[in-house]
Structures are given as structure tokens and as C-alpha cells.
């Protein structure tokens, strides 16, 4: 007997390892019904359906339903339905009172095709309603049933004494504190899987009577990681690193000097800005310079197109980026005048960029929280978005200022998100090439030496890229590299990447490189600025090309670069799927990770949240809400085991299938 072969989209999963096989079924299938209906189920019909087939394939329905389907096409008539005369309203009421002969009359086959629009406006807003994100669900910060002074539960004194709203009373906190979380140390293959400490009734009494809730079976990942707790007596691993003493409140933290000293240099966090900071910034008050003399340039240019002047160009009348703007003239714009396309083009001087070097790639969104910088993390940048050049070269300033460990910042023209879409930023601005390159001038004017880099798509709407038709723009704009996502904004995430397409960009900006090379060997350019290591475009030549989409293995990913020519792939649901994504294209190999090292990488996400976010109450729920986002991407992996078919495919969806082992 052969099997049906499966549905496109499927991850191939062995016969063997898959639980429910597929029917090859032409018809539905009747079943009789053996359990009893309640009392209050439909009594028209005890029969049920298989569907075959379809996104409800493997699920039962009633006979009655198909037939309540049936009844939808228009053949027959009910309180809400066209009768055969062709009446759109109910034929036991009137109506609106019109004569019958003046109602409109529509014909079966209308009927049916109202009918059937029906049904699918229903189905897509059900359909609307399940997908995408839960807007529904609340993130709240939760505390401890009794709150406690931070400083007092950090064995310091509180300033504002009576007027804090926390409690002073350390000693009844240490009583009524909720009892220790245990950490688990071991990790195993077979139920449990993890260790679950010491069993109930195996300490006959509290290790720490001024305590009971502290435990000394536990342990604390940010006492391990830095030395010292941070939540002090809020901590919710309390027991690890502390120590009776004869003073109140009975107990005393312990710390780990060599642990502290290696701390200092190896996992304090960078780019931490101050509230000060903040507040300037929401009040208006911090100097933004650079972006300031920027939006005079752009205020005097009066809507012209602008362009960074190439290094090679000779130079006539253009401005440098330090010149006082005080000295232009309202009918003066700064830069050179140059004549592209029938438009004028305001240059001007760039900044002089630093060389960047490639080994990685992070990126940081939104929020100054996610600003902050790890010592392990080689290369880091911030990606930003905005609508307006003015907005882009203030944001750029205000890292620049409050940042000092940034390695480049990107521009996000790639969003397909409607609200940010709809605002006119991310891939809005494909749309509107003046304001992005305006955009990208002016961080780049605002950022100094750090490099500036594009994130884009490969147009708006879906079969009508206009990605290539920047190409030759980008040097203009004066950034360092650019990254490429292979769909359209329309497109979504959906269907697969066109990496046809990034390979005719690629193709399109190196033939334009090529022509600037020739032009600028002509003019016999300067050879103290080759010799110091400028070209092109600010210490890459050629720029730098990353191409974005479904790459989903290390062997994936050298196909890629070698079939399209880019200089890599930048990832993104690959990564959250399989964070060891990287140690397979390191290796150029396909990583069939056990599942004991895969729950050992969740162990280690939780240690990270941790030391992150603190080791209180609150800092376990918020590494909790982010490791249910994390698992929501990791319970996609399929091992490739378990595969008749590598490489894997991003978009593929597994069947119901039994692993290698119960973990």
C-alpha cells in the first residue's frame, strides 16, 4: 500500500518516527458514533466526518454541519436567506414594506456567490483573529506579598526613612519570604531529567531559623557570575550566600573576592546609561550637536537631493562637517551643486569612517535597555528606526553621546510591521529614496567615525522589487554595508526568499563599483589617502553585501554565499530556532545536537536572565516571560535525525512525531 505523498511544506520525518500516518483518502470517511450524546447535543444526526484534507485535516465534524454548508448555497431558503423568488429579506416579514414586484431579484448562481464571499469574509477574520501575536496578554512587573526597602534589604540604611513606601522590618520580611527556588544542577536524558534537589522531609529543620524559606541546597547564577547578589535579601536563592551571625537580622551576606575582581573586567555590561541622561533627553535639554547642524543643512538645501561628495572627487565648493553654519547664506547651500537626472544635488563632505571587521553581527532595537553591551559580544551595534532625517540624526546623536561601545548603527528599512509602516518608517522608506538617503546622511553626520549601515527589503509590494534601483545610490549615502532581506514587505515572511533577486542587486552594485573604480584610477586619486586606508566607501571596497532569508544550516549558508555572491547571510528565525546555528557554519557542518544539550542551552538562557535582570521576584518572571518567548521558537526544531531529507527548510512544519528518547 503506498502512502500518500506529503502535503508541501512538510518537514520529510521518518516513517518510523511519526505517530499519526496520512491516509490517502479521495472521500470522507463515516465513522459510527460509540459513546452516548448528551443531552443537550444536536439529535439531527449521530454520524461524523474525517476530513481528510485541508488546514482541519485529522479532525471530526458533524454530518449536520456539512449539511448546515450545503444549506449556505443559496439552494435553500431561511429566515435570512434569498428564497427562490430571488428576495433578500425574510419573506414572513415585510422588509422595508416595498412591494415584491419592486425588489431586486438575483439569480441562483449570484445567490451562491454571495453566498460563498460569505463564508470566506467569515473565515478570513477567523483566520485574522488566530495568527500573529497575542496583543491580548498583560506583562506586569510582580512583587513580593510583603514589599521590603531595597536598601534595608541590601544591609544599608534608607534615606528617606519614614517617607519610603517600603517596609523597614527586615526580620518580619525574613519570615514570611516565599521559600527558595531550586536551580538545578544536573542535567539527564530519562524522567526527571533534571535534579530536583533534596526531598520533602529530608531537612527536619530550617537551615536558617530567622529564614525558613532560605535554602542551602540552591544556588544563585548572579552570586556565581559576579561574586556578590545584587537583590540582597530579596533574593529568591537566598540561602546560597548567606551566613548566620549573632546581630540583627541574624544573617549576613557572603562574597566571593577573586570572583568580584574577574567580574569587573569580564561581565560588567557597557553602554549604561544614566537617569540623568534620560531626563535631559525628555526634557529637551541635552546638546545635540551634531544633529543640529545637520538640520540647518538640510533646512538650507530647500528640498534639494543630497549626496556625500566620493573621495576621489576633486574638490570645489564644498563645506566640511565642522564648518560653523553661521556663515551660510539663506540662498547659499552648503555643499556643491551638481546636476543628476535633471535635479540638483547638494554634496558634501563625509566623515571620516572607522574600518569595520566582520566576525559577527548583533544588533539592538528600541529600547536604551537593550543598548547595553555584554564584553563577550565581539561586534555590537543598534539598529534604529525613524521617518524623518530629522528624527534619524538626533536618535544617531543621542547614541553617539550616551553610548561609548558602539560598532555601527543601523538603519531599519525594512519593517514590514503596519503601525511602523504606516508612520512612514521602516519599509516606507523604500518608497521614498530622497528621505532615505537623507536619513542615512544624517546619522552618518551625526555618528562621527562610527560606520552607518542599511537594513532593507526587497520592495513594498509583492512582484515589483525596486531594491536594485538603490544600488547605485548607496555609495551617495555614505554607509559601510548593506543587508538585504529576499521578500517584499506585502510578502511578509511568507512564501520563500528570492535569492535570484539579491543576486541581481549584488551583480548591480558591483558594476557600479566598477565604474567608480575606473573613474577614480583616472583622476590619478591621492596616494596618502589609499595609503591610510581609505577607498570607495569609507574603508570597504568593495561595500559590503549581506543577503537575508530561510537559511537554516552552516551548509546552507556556504551554498548561499557561493551560488549569489554576498558576503554573507545575516540571520534571523534561524538563530531563535537553533541558537548553535553559528557553530554549524563555523564548522561547515550539520550539528545533530542531543537533547540533553539542548536543555542544557535552556538551563544557561535562564542563568543569563538572571544575571540580567536580577535574581528577585521580579527578575525570575521577567526571565521567565522572555524564555516562554524563546521556547515559542525553539519548539520548531526538528532533529535532522530524525529527517530522510537535509538540509532542513525554515518553513517546514513537522507532523506529530516520537523523538529518540522521552526528553
Request: net charge neutral.
Amino acid at each position: 500500500m503506498t502512502t500518500k505523498p506529503l502535503p508541501k511544506g512538510t518537514a520529510p520525518i521518518k516513517p518510523e518516527h511519526v505517530i499519526t500516518s496520512i491516509r490517502n483518502l479521495t472521500q470522507p470517511t463515516e465513522v459510527s458514533k460509540e459513546t452516548p450524546e448528551p443531552t443537550n447535543a444536536r439529535t439531527s444526526s449521530s454520524r461524523e466526518i474525517i476530513i481528510p484534507e485541508g488546514p482541519l485535516a485529522g479532525s471530526i465534524r458533524g454530518r449536520d454541519e456539512y449539511e448546515a454548508d450545503d444549506a449556505d448555497d443559496g439552494t435553500n431558503e431561511g429566515p435570512d436567506q434569498p428564497n427562490m423568488n430571488g428576495d433578500t429579506t425574510n419573506k414572513d416579514e415585510g422588509g422595508d414594506g416595498e412591494p415584491p414586484t419592486k425588489k431586486m431579484k438575483i439569480s441562483g448562481a449570484q445567490r451562491r456567490k454571495l453566498a460563498r464571499e460569505e463564508r470566506k469574509k467569515l473565515k478570513s477574520e477567523e483566520k485574522k483573529k488566530e495568527r500573529g501575536m497575542n496583543k491580548g496578554r498583560r506583562f506586569q512587573r510582580v512583587h513580593d506579598e510583603q514589599e521590603v526597602c531595597w536598601r534595608v534589604a541590601c544591609g544599608l540604611e534608607c534615606d528617606l526613612k519614614e517617607r519610603c513606601r517600603g517596609s523597614h522590618d527586615l526580620a518580619a520580611y525574613l519570615l514570611s519570604k516565599p521559600a527558595d527556588i531550586y536551580f538545578p544542577k544536573s542535567i539527564f536524558s530519562s524522567p526527571p531529567f533534571v535534579d530536583s534537589g533534596p526531598s520533602e522531609g529530608t531537612d527536619t529543620l530550617p537551615a536558617f531559623p530567622q529564614c525558613p524559606g532560605a535554602s542551602i541546597h540552591t544556588r544563585c547564577p548572579y552570586y556565581e557570575e559576579y561574586g556578590q547578589c545584587k537583590a540582597g535579601f530579596k533574593c529568591r536563592f537566598l540561602g546560597s550566600h548567606v551566613e548566620p551571625i549573632d546581630k540583627e537580622p541574624g544573617l549576613a551576606f557572603t562574597t566571593n573576592a577573586p570572583q568580584i575582581e574577574w567580574a569587573k573586567h569580564n561581565a560588567v555590561e557597557n553602554n549604561v546609561t544614566t537617569m540623568e541622561f534620560h531626563k535631559s533627553l525628555k526634557r529637551r535639554e541635552y546638546p545635540l550637536e551634531a544633529s543640529q547642524r545637520f538640520n540647518e543643512m538640510l533646512k538650507l538645501s530647500n528640498g534639494k537631493a543630497m549626496a556625500f561628495k566620493s573621495l576621489f572627487k576633486p574638490s570645489e565648493s564644498t563645506i566640511n562637517v565642522d564648518q560653523s553654519m553661521d556663515n551660510l547664506e539663506e540662498n547659499d547651500p552648503p555643499g556643491e551643486k551638481a546636476q543628476s537626472n535633471g535635479k540638483e544635488t547638494i554634496y558634501i563632505d563625509r566623515p571620516e569612517k572607522r574600518r569595520l571587521h566582520w566576525k559577527g553581527l548583533t544588533c539592538s532595537k528600541e529600547e536604551w535597555s537593550l543598548v547595553k553591551r555584554h564584553p563577550s559580544e565581539k561586534i555590537f551595534g543598534v539598529q534604529i528606526a525613524a521617518n524623518k532625517p530629522e528624527q534619524a540624526a538626533a536618535c544617531a546623536d543621542a547614541i553617539n553621546s550616551g553610548c561609548d561601545s558602539i560598532d555601527f548603527v543601523d538603519l531599519n528599512a525594512g519593517c514590514p510591521i503596519d503601525l511602523i509602516y504606516q508612520a512612514g518608517s521602516g519599509s516606507a522608506l523604500i518608497n521614498a529614496p530622497g528621505k532615505l538617503g537623507k536619513c542615512l546622511m544624517g546619522i552618518n553626520y551625526a555618528t562621527g567615525c562610527v560606520p552607518v549601515t542599511l537594513k532593507m527589503r526587497t520592495g513594498v509590494k509583492d512582484g515589483v522589487p525596486t531594491a536594485h534601483k538603490l544600488m547605485p545610490r548607496l555609495h551617495d549615502w555614505g554607509i559601510s554595508s548593506i543587508a538585504l532581506h529576499g521578500r517584499s514587505r506585502q510578502q511578509r515572511y511568507t512564501r520563500l526568499a528570492d535569492w535570484d533577486y539579491i543576486k541581481h542587486c549584488v551583480e548591480t552594485l558591483r558594476a557600479h563599483e566598477a565604474l567608480m573604480q575606473d573613474s577614480s584610477d583616472a583622476m590619478d586619486a591621492d596616494a596618502t589617502t589609499r595609503e591610510n586606508g581609505a577607498s570607495l566607501n569609507n574603508g570597504f571596497d568593495p561595500m559590503h553585501f549581506w543577503g537575508n532569508g530561510d537559511c537554516f544550516s552552516g551548509i546552507e549558508y556556504w551554498k548561499t554565499v557561493e551560488a549569489t555572491g554576498v558576503d554573507g547571510v545575516m540571520i534571523g528565525r534561524g538563530a531563535l530556532i537553533k541558537p548553535w546555528i553559528f557553530t554549524e557554519i563555523k564548522e561547515r557542518r550539520h550539528w545533530d545536537i542531543s537533547s540533553r544539550e539542548r536543555l542544557d542551552l535552556i538551563r544557561k538562557y535562564a542563568e543569563f536572565g538572571l544575571c540580567h535582570f536580577g535574581s528577585d521576584t521580579s527578575g525570575v518572571n521577567t526571565t521567565r516571560r522572555y524564555l516562554c518567548e524563546a521556547l515559542s521558537f525553539w519548539h520548531r526544531y526538528v532533529p535532522i535525525g530524525l529527517l530522510e531529507e537535509l538540509p532542513p527548510k525554515l518553513n517546514d512544519r513537522a507532523p506529530a512525531f516520537r523523538g529518540r528518547d522521552e526528553l
